[in-house]
């Protein structure tokens, strides 16, 4: 089964999913209709024909509570209230042998970040972001698996520039930067506003986050060793991007629209 595709398909049964098979380019455009359609609070849009890529786009899933109590299996006035239960009854994640994620399996050369329909959104912003992205790694002394999810600016064929300002992943950049590691991370793009929302969960350093998506979605997540790092990834995930995050190599960020409605310099930690 597919977490978000399962989503599309209770989005396309009540009437709030809406394809648009017109040619939109990743530059502005797709942005500016995800814009205007939350404020509106317009279908959720499905993007099918997106120039020079061959990968579909959607956006907006989380942009109505009633997309996200649907999501959740709850009413919208319960949405609160089942979170915070979910934060005390955290469940279990599910692992599993194989998923649809393995159906397409790129390595090395054949690697190329820019066949993702990344999108540029404001006029000043000097790249494509990746936005929805998980950032799944390890607590470098523990093991303990954990995740996050950070702007990732695309540089090149192979490489990201990630925003990294909050905790833990910061604190573990830093163990790293002072042993000469690296830390290695699975990027996990493509899930329903359930799941996305136990990944952003206020949690304790050492909570397994993705332990909350059985109590908040109604079953456990499904995980997939991956093929290159020592992490478990989302089998059901659209996408996952597996590297190393290396502490010793910084870059400036330049201009980004933040969600504050301004535009931000990224700092170099």
Request: charged share 30%.
């Amino acid at each position: 089964t597919y977490m978000l595709r399962e989503f599309l398909d209770k989005l396309s049964e009540i009437g709030e999913l809406k394809a648009i098979g017109k040619e939109v380019s990743t530059e502005f455009e797709i942005a500016a209709v995800l814009r205007k359609l939350e404020k509106i609070k317009g279908p959720v849009p499905l993007f099918t024909k997106v120039r020079d890529k061959k990968m579909r786009v959607v956006g907006n899933l989380a942009s109505t509570r009633k997309r996200i109590a649907l999501s959740l299996g709850v009413k919208e006035d319960e949405i609160l209230p089942h979170y915070m239960q979910a934060l005390d009854r955290p469940g279990k994640v599910k692992m599993v042998s194989n998923g649809p994620v393995k159906e397409v399996i790129k390595k090395g050369d054949d690697v190329d970040l820019n066949e993702l329909p990344a999108l540029r959104h404001y006029e000043k912003d000097e790249g494509n972001y990746i936005t929805a992205g998980v950032v799944i790694y390890k607590d470098p002394e523990t093991g303990v698996r954990t995740c996050s999810v950070h702007r990732m600016k695309i540089i090149s064929k192979n490489k990201l520039l990630i925003d990294v300002e909050t905790r833990p992943l910061l604190d573990y950049l830093i163990i790293a930067r002072e042993k000469g590691k690296t830390i290695p991370v699975a990027i996990a793009i493509g899930f329903d506003p359930g799941t996305m929302l136990a990944t952003v969960a206020e949690a304790p350093v050492g909570f397994e986050k993705l332990n909350l998506v059985e109590p908040l979605v109604g079953k456990p997540i499904e995980l997939v060793k991956c093929e290159t790092v020592d992490i478990e990834a989302p089998a059901n995930a659209e996408i996952v991007i597996e590297g190393e995050l290396d502490p010793h190599e910084t870059m400036k960020e330049g201009v980004v629209g933040e969600t504050s409605g301004y535009y931000v310099r990224g700092r170099v930690l």
